[in-house]
């Protein structure tokens, strides 16, 4: 707008004219209705009143819905009918998003009925290599004690799977690993079609996708990591009966914010340690330590003054 204007006031003031005033007769306008319906089942009484205030609010609406139509014919030239095709369009665009949000609360609201618990649970972990975070997401996944367990791996390259069993027997990993082909090279497809025929199979049931993912504290390495995660979460998600659960690892990268935050906090918490040590040690001296006697020095003025009260 003010590339296309050169930054003129004088001919950016327009647009503003026109929508004030524009906000000025509707608002005007919306008043009279509303004494309008206050009239309706208004006492006797509170009639006159009505009247009036509509009256004033009607003389408000016309006055300035003649400066509004003044202002349109003798600046729509000057940059005014911009305003006048982009407020229509607002417009529809604001009652096109309403009517969406409407529709969607129609559409979440519960149903009579209720959600019907699934006959079984099925979990599927999906595996690219035996790592930390795939140890973590099958345990994470058993501890959710489904019917059946499945880590589902896909075969791009021979060598790398047979080391994946390799590794898998000798850890003797007490969780099925099934191995699906993928000629070419991709991944989401077999895991797909590997999912469709498990809901195939049992339609009653639910399936459970485990995807191991990085997290990661540069936004550079977000480029590098988890995209091949994103595009099967995103073909996922339209699939019906079944659940993506995303298990976040930690990179060391992301953990350098927190790092930074306890470096920040380790000098109030050293100034918080010297001042209740001073405090204790200035408690120490106020406290003078009992004599031979037994009695502090207040114990034996009291002392004293309690004798002198009963020799008198």
Known sequence: MIWGFDASTSRLIQLYIIGVFVSFTLSQAGMVRHWTNQLRGASQQARAGLHR?????????????????????????????LVV????????????????YR????????????????????AVVLVSRLDQPTLQALAYAKATRPHTLT????????????????????????????????????????????????????????????????????????????????????????QRGVLVTSVPWQLRSSRRDLQKEQQALEPSDVRAADLQEELVKTRSRTESPSDTSGFTRSDEDGGDQRTSQEAE
Do not use: C
């Open 85 to 100: 095709i982009a407020m229509p369009i607002l417009f529809v665009l604001m009652k096109a998003i309403s009517r969406h």
């Open 151 to 238: 880590a589902l791996t896909v075969a791009t390259v021979e060598a790398e799977i047979e080391e994946l069993e390799a590794q898998w027997a000798e850890r003797d990993i007490p969780i099925s690993l099934t191995v699906v082909d993928a000629p070419y090279r991709d991944i989401t497809g077999p895991v797909l079609h590997y999912i469709t025929e498990l809901r195939a199979n049992n339609p009653p049931t639910l399936v459970v996708v485990y995807i191991p993912e990085y997290v990661v504290g540069r936004p550079w390495e977000q480029l590098l990591h988890n995209q091949s995660a994103l595009r099967l979460k995103a073909r996922l998600l339209f």
């Open 103 to 122: 529709r969607v609360g129609e559409e979440l609201a519960p149903w009579p009925g209720g959600i019907s618990l699934p006959s079984r649970i099925h």
């Open 53 to 81: 205030a509509r009256l004033i609010n009607a003389g408000g609406a016309i006055l300035t819905g003649l400066v509004l139509v003044v202002v349109l014919i003798t600046k729509f030239t000057h940059g005014a009918y």
